[in-house]
């Protein structure tokens, strides 16, 4: 899987896009210095974003194991100096000076090349490891850790070009391609390698314990009980052949995750990408269906909720609702309700 996205005003030749390596410009004695000052950003600054205090040698396993896995894996490598680019651009005023953008494209460049490598190693097929092999597995989830959060930094990302101040891309876009990398994710877990649920940097598997669930407090139920109205009245008025079905499982999920959603449970929230139809995340790509994005809203008040306090999700709950609600505006006084409901949740009202 290749992502490479430019703010408008910049462009890449052909020749740097398709390269399988860091373009040559990165190669150079500069590139060098930037790569130093890049490992130094992970190791004293980026990497504690990562870290969970709930887990033992946490700080020590991000800080110290994951770099030197990534001395011997091109993708974890480019992977973090791509975050740590990223996280250089997210400390600086915003908008990010014009001076400073060279970290922006740095950043780009180096996702670019760490998902290139991923897709060479994996031909767009889960990579092949040894069950027993603890490293590969370790190696490969703390890519996909930093992967999904630099997608999800990318929203928070603004630079300054010929004195305008332009987003990366928008909210929407970043989203539904954090869903299908999720979606990936959630396969790689799921396959039945039971490496990934040992080693040092472990994969949770209870998020969905009993002791976890709790009742929706009054407010949410109600919500989520409008929604249902809401999406009932409009499955008569879609001619779409998998409309139904996906709209009934994104919405039993959707319930579910905000039953098990706490402060110290908070991962819950990308497991609902994880299980949504393929339908449904083509539906909100392409725009085309209102229903899928009113759903959307009400996961994003859970966004909202998990990236309160961290670095490369702060504000996107909101930002996406904003993106999204203006345009249903006006619609009727249930959609209006849903809408107040959700903007309300994430401090927009």
């Known amino acids: ?37 890049l490992w130094h950003e992970w190791t004293s600054k980026t990497y504690d974003h990562f870290t969970n205090d709930r ?35 997210l400390e600086s005023s915003k908008p990010v000076p014009a001076t400073a953008s060279h970290y922006m494209l740095a950043a780009l460049e180096y996702h670019n090349a760490a998902c290139q490598a991923f897709g060479k190693v994996g031909e767009h097929t889960i990579p092949r490891t040894n069950n027993d092999d ?20 990318l929203s928070q ?25 999720l979606q990936s994710f959630g396969s790689v877990i799921s396959s039945g390698l039971d490496g990934f649920s040992r080693g ?4 949770s598997h209870d998020l969905f314990s009993a002791s976890w669930c709790r009742v929706l407090d009054e407010d949410t139920a109600m919500a989520l009980t409008r929604l249902r109205c809401i999406v009932g009245r409009e499955k008569g008025f879609t001619d779409a052949f998998n409309a139904s079905d996906a709209y009934s499982r994104a919405i039993i999920w959707l319930e579910k995750c905000f ?10 929230v990308l497991i609902w990408p994880m299980v949504l139809d393929t339908w449904f995340i083509r539906a909100l790509e392409t725009g ?20 309160r306090g961290k670095r ?17 505006l006006g619609k009727d006084v249930h959609w209006e309700e849903c809408i107040h409901f959700v903007r309300q949740q994430v401090g927009l009202l």
């Open 259 to 268: 039953s098990f959603y706490s402060d110290e449970n908070r991962d819950v």
């Open 288 to 307: 085309g269906d209102q229903v899928c994005r009113l759903i959307l809203l009400h996961w994003a008040v859970m966004l909202h909720w998990f990236g």
């Open 200 to 203: 040092p940097l472990p994969v």
């Open 55 to 89: 887990q033992n040698d946490s700080r020590h396993n991000w800080q110290i194991l994951v770099p030197k896995l990534a001395l011997q894996c091109d993708y974890l490598r480019n992977a973090i100096l791509a975050i740590s680019a990223m996280n250089i651009v």
């Open 134 to 153: 603890e490293t590969s597995f370790t190696t490969i989830f703390a890519f996909s850790i930093i992967n999904l959060a630099f997608i999800l930094g």
């Open 1 to 37: 899987m290749t992502v490479y996205i430019l703010p408008r005003g910049w462009s890449l030749q052909p020749s740097q896009i398709n390269t399988r390596t860091p373009p040559v410009s990165y190669c150079s004695p500069q590139a060098n210095i930037l790569e130093l000052e």
């Open 157 to 181: 990302c603004h630079v300054t070009t010929n004195q305008d101040v332009q987003e990366v891309t928008k909210i929407v876009g970043n989203i539904t391609m954090l869903f299908r990398v």
């Open 312 to 328: 490369f999700t702060g504000g996107l709950g909101a930002k996406l609702v904003d993106e999204l609600s203006k345009p249903m």
